[in-house]
């Protein structure tokens, strides 16, 4: 169940949700990068077009392409795929063309940056749990000029062993020492399995209506927020910091 909608548009449903006393205090804040800090289409797309490209495999819809974006690489390759071979051979050559350029052809929303500076003035601790492989993920962290804003950056293992969101999430509490039972912690995502893995690990949620994913779709996986904008995010974040 989705308990709180806002949309930039919607000023009495934003206000009303902003006064409420029932929102917790989140001083700690777990953001996946996909469709939620940079947008970064273009790259996930380019880069699973090359692999299929690679394999001889028919060219992905434009649906099929923009359902990468988020959820695991390897089992988004699984549902196109012949085999789990063929998948993990798809998986290595968009990673070819990634790496080389994939990673670059993207971008930060308009909004994060003067988030994740008001978050830091206001004391909070920023993190990014991501399925994206770490490795990559610090990179490109590294390149937009954000990793001054965050204190730690978690990501998927390489060799897949680490891939499902929930397995992240409490890699990124573990190696943090971040205790959800001791404090409020919440999970900033815009697809379903962003919400599912929060949940899992006792998290709070905020979809992001700016990404990728539908708002149906958050609202089934019982995101505990909805925003429409990095400026809806911030005044749900900063009201709570």
Not at 9 to 20: D, N, T, V
Not at 94 to 104: I, L, P, T
Not at 130 to 156: C, M, N, Q, V, W
Request: proline share 4%; hydrophobic share 40%; net charge negative.
């Amino acid at each position: 169940m989705c308990f709180f909608c806002v949309s930039y548009f919607e000023e009495s449903i934003r206000q009303k949700m902003l006064e409420s006393s029932e929102v917790k205090m989140y001083q700690t804040i777990l953001f996946d990068l996909d469709g939620t800090i940079t947008d970064s289409g273009s790259g996930i797309m380019r880069s699973i077009l090359y692999a299929t490209e690679q394999l001889g495999w028919p060219a992905p819809s434009e649906e099929t392409l923009r359902s990468f974006i988020g959820p695991p690489l390897y089992e988004s390759f699984l549902h196109m795929a012949p085999s789990a071979e063929a998948a993990q051979q798809a998986v290595g050559h968009y990673r070819a063309y990634y790496q080389r350029k994939g990673m670059f052809e993207n971008h930060v929303y308009p909004g994060i940056p003067e988030v994740l500076i008001r978050l830091k003035e206001a004391g909070a601790k920023l993190y990014i749990a991501t399925s994206k492989p770490e490795e990559f993920a610090k990179k490109i962290i590294t390149h937009f000029d954000l990793d001054r804003y965050f204190t730690g950056i978690y990501g998927a293992s390489m060799d897949g062993h680490r891939s499902k969101k929930a397995d992240v999430i409490q890699y990124a509490l573990t190696e943090a020492q971040l205790d959800p039972t001791k404090e409020a912690i919440i999970m900033v995502g815009d697809r379903n399995h962003d919400i599912l893995g929060a949940q899992q690990n006792g998290l709070d949620s905020i979809g992001v209506l700016y990404g990728f994913g539908e708002e149906t779709e958050l609202q089934e996986a019982g995101a505990t927020f909805l925003v429409h904008s990095p400026k809806d995010l911030g005044a749900i974040l900063l009201r709570n910091s």
